[in-house]
């Protein structure tokens, strides 16, 4: 069954820094890999997907992530954090069958000036 | 905006009420899908209905159902409802239904409040 793993739920940067929230999956097929942020008291945002093709993926705001099949890994980066990039990010896979969305515990980021 | 929207944005109900939540997919959307996400259990997958029929079921209650009707907007119908389905409920919608990688978009989400 497809799973994911998100490490440590509350990630605090300094404005500048790098940003790299970790992601690890399990998946039974090749998969469908997914980050989206939430704002508070918004909706969740797709930031990037990875389905085929390139394994680095660039998505908005500056946010990129690397498909690491060795390593059953996607996790995401931003070179230089900012303050609005403060939020709750969620890594997902799609499931087996493609008809839903397996979802990671989420993560946190908090970003000080 | 994503383009998906759901009502109400917010809805305290009591004990054993029995309250739904509607959604409009994206124009052009056939698949609609329903998440419920709560501090314990995160964002948890219900159900999905592609072009009107039921797709996939998650994690949904037996007190819970869903409908996807003919102009392709859902309900989700929560009944006999207790204070641990206080949560926050998404819809969310695609345009195709099965393995894709197609982009599924979320909607602002019903904060449901049980008393």
């Known amino acids: 069954a497809q799973s994911v793993t998100q490490l440590g739920s509350h990630v605090s940067v300094s404005e500048g820094a790098l940003v790299l929230l970790r992601c690890n999956y399990s998946s039974s097929v090749p998969p469908y890999l997914f980050w989206y942020v939430q704002y508070p008291n918004q909706g969740l945002q797709l930031l990037l997907k990875y389905t085929t093709g390139a394994t680095l993926v660039k998505g908005i705001n500056g946010f990129e992530a690397e498909f690491k099949k060795s390593e059953t890994s996607f996790h995401l980066t931003k070179p230089s954090a900012h303050m609005s990039d403060a939020a709750e990010y969620f890594c997902?896979?799609?499931?087996?069958?493609?008809?839903?969305?397996?979802f990671g515990k989420g993560t946190t980021l908090s970003v000080s000036s | 905006d994503s383009g998906v929207t759901q009502t109400p944005k917010h809805l305290i109900t009591a004990t054993g009420q029995r309250v739904t939540l509607r959604c409009s997919p994206r124009s052009g959307d056939l698949s609609v899908y329903w998440y419920q996400q709560s501090l314990d259990q995160g964002l948890q997958f219900l159900i999905q209905?592609?072009?009107?029929?039921?797709?996939a079921k998650g994690n949904i209650l037996e007190r819970f159902s869903a409908q996807q009707f003919p102009d392709l907007h859902s309900e989700l119908n929560l009944s006999s409802l207790e204070l641990g389905d206080s949560a926050l409920y998404f819809c969310?919608?695609?345009?195709?239904?099965?393995?894709?990688?197609?982009?599924?978009?979320f909607g602002e989400g019903s904060w449901l409040t049980v008393v």
């Open positions: 997902a896979v799609s499931n087996q069958a493609g008809t839903a969305l397996i």
């Open positions: 209905y592609y072009n009107g029929e039921e797709r």
């Open positions: 969310a919608s695609s345009v195709a239904g099965g393995r894709s990688g197609n982009t599924i978009y």
